[in-house]
């Protein structure tokens, strides 16, 4: 077995990771689009002061629409948190890329985890 599968850094792990802290940080932003969207396409009032009625098909989604727009204020935590999980990230791979390249110029494969035992 000559190593080549593991001679790659696993990207896509990586790649995962900022996905999950992307959606993580900018959730509040797409719940207050929806909440928008919606409210423009059947002529609803949105607010944050109180609850207004709005009448989709025979129902009253005007509380929906609130919570939805209220979220947006979580923009306070996550966007700070996800920066600082961003640059978490960031240093993260940095490390992991400068050790792997040491490694792998140095003729050491990676390591190759251990066989399950049964």
């Known amino acids: 077995m000559n190593g080549n599968p593991h001679k790659r850094l696993p990207w896509l792990w990586y790649l995962l990771a900022l996905f999950v802290i992307m959606a993580f940080a900018f959730a509040p932003v797409g719940s207050v689009m929806l909440c928008g969207a919606i409210a423009n ?32 204020w979580f ?17 993260f ?8 390249r040491k490694r792998i110029s140095a003729g050491i494969p990676p390591p190759v985890p251990a066989p399950a035992i049964a």
């Open 41 to 72: 396409a059947y002529g609803c009032k949105v607010d944050e002061a109180s609850v207004h009625p709005c009448i989709i098909n025979g129902h009253d989604y005007g509380e929906l629409l609130y919570s939805l727009g209220v979220m947006g």
């Open 75 to 91: 923009m306070l935590v996550t966007i700070p948190g996800g920066l600082v999980a961003f640059v978490s990230w960031l240093i």
């Open 93 to 100: 791979l940095i490390l992991h890329r400068v050790a792997w």
